[in-house]
């Protein structure tokens, strides 16, 4: 805080050279995040025209940064965060919302991949020639998904042209990162030929195991002192993060045809991943469970648990592939009658494969020898959708109408859900219209969702004493429970805008939304090695139910702005995993769950709760006879709590976040300090994360070859301070802490 305060005088003693800049020189020097691209490909509609809370990050900038996952490449926006698990895996939260509660897009469309199925599974993106990503919350994210209680991130590209191609395009770029002695090279290519639209996008990476702070690693008691038992380097003394390596390929291709009747067109996107996974529990009791009834010895039993982890676990590689193939068909059709101007329409088809494999560090693809076998996460989705614009002079309305059927099943030996089926129709509508005392948007959408799932569980038969001997042991009959659950959901957004004079505008946002209960959180039940826990569902759950407010603040004054939010969301029937005390862990031996493999019991749970919180950016820009230069200082907060008063686990610090731009004709210099406080407002089960500084760098040179050929350089460094960091809301905060210093170069070159 006394840092905050410090940058908070200087920005305002600052301020009082407001008069020295033109506001035509502000356009120049404005917050790249906000400013640069001023569409939003929601509602065709400029972002000034926009009263929800929106970023806007242009695709330019996420081409020039270095290689991230997806939260990563967010976690420097005001309310923006990660949980990350390893440099592979990075998934967004916004304002403490994460998983099922915001929904991942592509081109307006829900990227149906696995990541909601385990912490340790990427969000299946394509960050490789994008147009930008859309951050957005309030009515116009109801028009295209339902059960955003946390916000919409919508990642666009131009793989399907909506309009004729001018220009032929053509770039290469490569990249270095020294932190995990990795690069990537990607390719991308857009021309109209005999009057078709053709687009491709290519890119490989690899990054080998990222380096780390010294005693960036932290261990329990317990396995700290069996580490002193055996010699050789702890883990924490390495250097680096074992199984933090990454691999990817990704491949789009695009065609279609424009005109003056709108546009047609269809493609194919592919990816490819190999990761490996830095942390994996285990649950030695549930796989010893026949040899400790053959072996009740104290002493052989030990000598054989103590064989089993070291044979079967030194040296073991723990690693994820997955794989992903969309097929798109998309197009728009202008009418432009009385009624109704044009209808966009599409058919999405996707499949994703997520496996799980162990084997020796010789081998990746090898199984002999290790007790577990790969595991399969699919879902194979299709989806069918289409708006009807319906604008006219006096207001802007749109009505969606959306059907979607996805098989989600997971095999294999850590298999801890039988597969689902599910089933969404959706209408959605969206209204904006501007009156003379306010603007006004509107969204309203109604989804009826269907869930079918079963659990199994097994029966014991206890047989007469004249079969024992011929039954030493009980048999286990498995039986299943089948599902139907079925919900029907109407959510609403509205949001009230006035422009009070020249400087000021002010908006309020009022929300009631609701979100089905996910699958893993009805019918899991089985194991989790990943969170070390055997996590179980509840099919008795119901709704959730968000009830959020908005304020919004943003005033300008020639150099001088401030944007500032504060929010409350009520969320009624809060699921949350809930784990069993130490007390209960010890005694948790019962006829349903036994024993529970050694792991922590953990149980999806229900109770309302409350999130609120603040963000603000203040900004001061000064104009120089070359170039100019932007001062900001932003700071975002939530907090969360349930109805009994205990602390919703996992919620993310308080941040403050000071930046320095300067820009020149053809260069960009940004330097960005981020100080996480500290976080001990804590959950049940939890425990607390220290305050972190992290301190980032980018210089960005364009020079001009001839008219039409240019090279953008970009260097990089991230953490430059080597700082011991860990995300607070991911689940292997101690034993997976983030990067540590890292300098890159990346280099694009365009023709």
């Known amino acids: 805080m006394k840092n905050l305060f410090s940058a908070l005088f200087i920005v305002s003693a600052l301020s009082i050279h407001s008069e020295t800049l033109h506001s035509n020189e502000i356009d120049e020097v404005s917050n790249e995040v906000d400013e640069i691209i001023v569409n939003s490909s929601y509602i065709d509609s400029t972002l000034s025209d926009l009263d929800d809370p929106i970023h806007i990050i242009s695709g330019n900038n996420v081409l020039l940064d270095s290689t991230l996952s997806l939260g990563e490449s967010l976690n420097g926006l005001l309310g923006i965060s990660s949980s990350d698990f390893g440099s592979a895996v990075g998934q967004p939260i916004i304002r403490g919302m994460s998983g099922s509660r915001v929904k991942i897009m592509n081109n307006n469309k829900t990227l149906r991949d696995v990541s909601s199925l385990g912490s340790d599974h990427m969000n299946e993106v394509d960050l490789n020639d994008i147009q930008q990503i859309e951050v957005v919350r309030g009515p116009s994210s109801l028009l295209y998904s339902g059960g955003t209680i946390g916000g919409i991130i919508n990642i666009i590209d131009n793989t399907i042209a909506r309009e004729d191609f001018k220009d032929s395009k053509l770039s290469i770029g490569l990249e270095s990162q020294s932190v995990n002695d990795g690069d990537s090279h990607d390719f991308s290519y857009q021309n109209n030929i005999g009057g078709f639209n053709l687009s491709l ?82 649950g030695h009791e549930g796989h010893d469970e026949h040899e400790d009834e053959e072996h009740n010895d104290e002493e052989a039993h030990h000598d054989e648990d103590e064989h089993h982890e070291e044979g079967e676990h030194e040296g073991e590689r723990i690693f994820s592939n997955t794989e992903s193939d969309i097929f798109d068909i998309e197009g728009s059709y202008i009418v432009n009658n009385s009624w109704l101007r044009k209808v966009n329409y599409f058919f999405r088809s996707s499949e994703y494969l997520h496996t799980e494999q162990h084997a020796d560090e010789e081998g990746e693809d090898e199984h002999e020898g290790h007790v577990e076998g790969p595991t399969n996460f699919e879902n194979e989705a299709k989806e069918f959708g289409a708006i009807f614009d319906l604008s006219n002079d006096l207001f802007s309305q749109k009505i969606s109408l959306n059907y979607v059927e996805e098989d989600i099943s997971i095999i294999g030996a850590e298999a801890f859900m039988r597969p689902t089926d599910n089933e969404e129709l959706s209408i959605g509508y969206y209204l904006c219209r501007e009156f003379p005392m306010f603007d006004l948007d509107f969204g309203i959408r109604y989804d009826k969702i269907t869930r079918n799932g079963s659990l199994a569980h097994h029966e014991e038969e206890h047989h007469d004493d004249e079969h024992e001997e011929e039954h030493h042991d009980d048999e286990h009959e498995e039986e299943i429970d089948f599902y139907n659950k079925d919900f029907s959901k109407t959510s609403f957004a509205i949001n009230f805008g006035r422009q009070i004079n020249d400087n000021l505008n002010i908006s309020l946002g009022l929300s009631r939304l609701e979100r089905a209960p996910s699958a893993v959180e009805l019918f899991m039940n089985g194991p989790h090695l990943v969170t070390g826990r055997f996590e179980v569902g509840n099919t008795n759950l119901k709704s959730e139910t968000a009830n959020n407010i908005d304020l919004n603040i943003y005033y300008q004054n020639n150099n001088f702005s401030f944007k500032g939010n504060l929010f409350s969301n009520e969320v009624d029937n809060y699921i949350y995993l809930q784990d069993e005390t130490e007390e209960e862990h010890e005694d948790h031996e019962d006829e349903e769950h036994g024993d529970h493999e050694g792991l922590i019991l953990s149980n999806y749970l229900q109770n309302d709760a409350k999130l609120e919180g603040y963000e603000f950016e203040i900004s001061q820009a000064f104009s120089f006879d070359r170039g100019s230069l932007t001062l900001s200082l932003g700071r975002d907060s939530v907090s969360g709590e349930f109805k009994n008063g205990k602390n919703i686990p996992r919620i993310v610090p308080a941040r403050n976040i000071l930046s320095l731009s300067y820009s020149e004709n053809n260069l960009e210099a940004n330097l960005t300090y981020k100080d996480v406080e500290e976080q001990n407002d804590i959950g049940d089960g939890e425990t607390m994360t220290e305050d972190f500084e992290m301190l980032n760098f980018v210089l960005r040179k364009t020079f001009t070859l001839n008219n039409e050929s240019k090279i953008n350089l970009s260097i990089f460094g991230k953490n430059l301070l080597d700082e011991v960091a860990r995300n607070h809301s991911s689940f292997v905060k101690n034993q997976v802490p983030l990067p540590g210093r890292n300098y890159g170069v990346k280099l694009k070159l365009i023709f």
């Open 201 to 282: 996008a290519y890119k490989d990476s690899e990054f080998d195991n990222f380096d780390i702070p010294s005693g960036a690693v932290l261990h329990t008691e317990e396995e700290h002192h069996d580490e002193e038992e055996h010699e050789g380097e702890h883990e924490e003394d390495l250097g680096y993060l074992p199984n933090s390596d990454f691999k990817s390929t990704s491949k789009r291709i695009g065609l279609s045809k424009a005109g003056d009747w709108g546009y047609f067109g269809f493609s194919y996107k592919n990816s490819e991943s190999l990761f490996g996974i830095p942390f994996h529990g285990e």
